[in-house]
């Protein structure tokens, strides 16, 4: 089992509230990962200190057996991002606006085109962004992220505002990228099913920590000897983070 990212007590505090508190992580290379958890509960964070948008507090992470911050440049080579909502020049088309990202990554011109077809969009290239529905400005920032086919995909809620069919094009999308080209993607999301039906494995947060990490299966067998519900992610996810901050309140009371 070879781990293409991997964090090690990583904390990220802001005075003495803890967005991301001692968290160790292990993805798997050519593998999705999908990072659940509330709203509040690092995912963000731990993806931004992974992009180097934001510096840890304490603790190190490798990313491809690359180390932060010695080999920093190195690492941000290796990934494609994308973080919140896509931003596009309106009066630019598709095709331009990721030649812009293009010249700034020193990419070869095919690298336009190739991103496009990942993304089915090569028949829109030619429109411009501001006439693209929302589903295909998302996927137009999918290709930003895969211009130049890096070898690791750091996706923050990439389906966030899109309708049941869009959310259907983003996912399967998402699912096909690790065969179609041997990329290892993160992704986070609120949509506890739609990870339910990409992830290879999987981490929750809650306050910061990480309360679990590993397939599903594992998950399943972690939710039985814990005497939670089993039928689906959602009912395992709900009773993880109850219990933990139930936990939380009793020693806050102590």
């Known amino acids: 089992m070879e781990h293409i990212i991997t964090t090690n007590g990583l904390t990220k505090r802001y005075k003495q509230f803890a967005a991301v508190n001692c968290i160790t992580l292990h993805i798997q ?6 990072f659940l958890g509330p709203n509040g509960a690092g995912k963000s964070t731990t993806m931004k200190i992974l992009l180097g948008l934001t510096n840890p507090t304490s603790g190190t992470f490798s990313i491809d057996g690359k180390q932060f911050p010695k080999d920093r440049i190195a690492i941000l080579k ?3 991002s994308l973080i919140e909502a896509p931003s596009f020049y309106g009066n630019l088309t598709g095709k331009e606006n990721l ?5 700034i990554l020193g990419l070869p011109k095919n690298s336009v085109e ?7 969009l090569s028949e829109f290239g030619d429109r411009l962004a501001k006439k693209y529905s929302l589903g295909m400005k998302q ?14 995909l750091i996706l923050d809620e990439p389906t966030n505002g899109l309708d049941p069919s869009g959310i259907h094009e983003i996912r399967n999308l998402v699912k096909s990228l690790p065969t179609m080209y041997d990329c290892t993607i993160l992704i986070s999301s609120h949509l506890l099913s739609e990870i339910e039906l990409i ?16 397939s599903l299966d594992e998950m399943r067998k972690a939710a039985v000897q ?5 039928e689906n992610l959602e009912e395992m996810f709900l009773s993880m983070i109850e219990q933990d901050n139930a936990a939380r309140k009793t020693r806050v009371k102590l």
């Open 114 to 120: 190739d991103a496009l077809e990942l993304v089915g």
């Open 78 to 80: 290796e990934i494609g």
């Open 139 to 152: 996927r137009l920032g999918l290709a930003s992220a895969l211009i130049g086919r890096p070898a690791i």
């Open 226 to 230: 814990r005497g939670y519900a089993t």
């Open 29 to 34: 290379k050519g593998k999705i990962y999908g």
């Open 99 to 103: 030649d812009i990202i293009r010249r």
């Open 199 to 214: 992830a290879d494995d999987i981490g929750i947060l809650n306050h910061g920590s990480l309360l679990f990490e590993g």
